[in-house]
């Protein structure tokens, strides 16, 4: 078994700001692969650094631009015929909408942290895909998707669950995060194959300055890191990270939390 990470800095139609992150996630694990080769005594790195592949996707003319999904869906393909997990390294979160196109067909449920449902239809909402409504957009049949942390306000139930299959929010686990765990993992443990989908826009400000679009009461990682730390890493197929805007950064911290756990997934795929 081998891990793809593959840098896809798509930012158009939402936070812009957001390519630059994904270039910098990849910096750094590429730093993080170096130092493990360099290192002469035996180190916890030697369980996976010979398994992490990374490309880098380059988006960085008009003729790419057009072709972008299309893009993202022969690399995808690619892995899924090479059985790889893999790490999606997003601009903003409309990036994932190919991986969405590529699993709908594969009995993989979606596990989303996200401050929004991406399902926006309001008057000033673009008709064409964005960051704030490409769930519509995604492929059909649509595959599962259970959102955690969402701090939605304005949208109907009824609307919420024609794409959702279930959403926890940060109030729910705001008033009860005990029940609210045991309801995520209810369905999470029912699930063959998981995607984990992190916009960094799920967790509070405090903790994670970095993102374009924060918003109140957000999750702290340290509930984040407890759900993930109870899935079955075998069940992990991929994990992608979006909406990380590094000129909102407060000395790298933001950073350093989500290269921790990118190593993190490395490990428990591996060690």
């Not at 991986?99 to 067909?105: F, G, P, T």
């Not at 730390?229 to 933001?254: C, L, M, Q, T, Y």
Request: proline letters at 4%; a negative charge; aromatic letters at 10%.
């Amino acid at each position: 078994m081998s891990t793809r990470v593959v840098v896809f800095p798509f930012d158009l139609f939402g936070n812009s700001g957001a390519a630059e992150g994904a270039r910098i996630l990849a910096d750094e694990i590429r730093e993080i692969l170096r130092d493990s080769f360099r290192e002469t005594v035996t180190t916890r790195a030697l369980a996976w650094r010979d398994h992490i592949r990374l490309r880098e996707i380059s988006l960085d003319n008009f003729s790419k631009l057009k072709n972008w999904r299309l893009t993202a869906s022969k690399c995808l393909d690619s892995i899924n015929a090479k059985n790889q997990k893999f790490i999606w390294l997003g601009g903003n979160h409309l990036a994932c909408l190919p991986v969405y196109d590529h699993l709908c067909e594969t009995n993989t449920l979606v596990l989303q942290f996200d401050a929004h449902l991406d399902i926006h239809h309001f008057d000033n909402t673009l008709d064409t895909p964005s960051h704030g409504n490409f769930v519509l957009f995604a492929k059909r049949p649509l595959l599962p998707i259970v959102n955690v942390g969402h701090r939605e306000q304005l949208l109907t139930k009824d609307h919420i669950d024609t794409f959702f299959q279930d959403n926890i929010s940060a109030i729910d686990i705001a008033v009860n995060p005990e029940l609210a765990f045991e309801r995520i993992m209810a369905t999470v443990n029912k699930a063959e194959r998981i995607f984990i989908d992190i916009d960094c826009d799920v967790m509070d400000a405090a903790f994670f300055p970095a993102t374009g679009r924060p918003v109140p009461l957000g999750l702290t990682p340290m509930y984040l890191t407890r759900i993930m730390e109870a899935i079955d890493a075998k069940k992990i197929v991929g994990v992608g990270f979006s909406e990380f805007d590094p000129s909102r950064d407060d000395n790298d911290r933001s950073l350093a939390l989500l290269i921790w756990w990118v190593e993190r997934f490395f490990l428990r795929w591996y060690e």
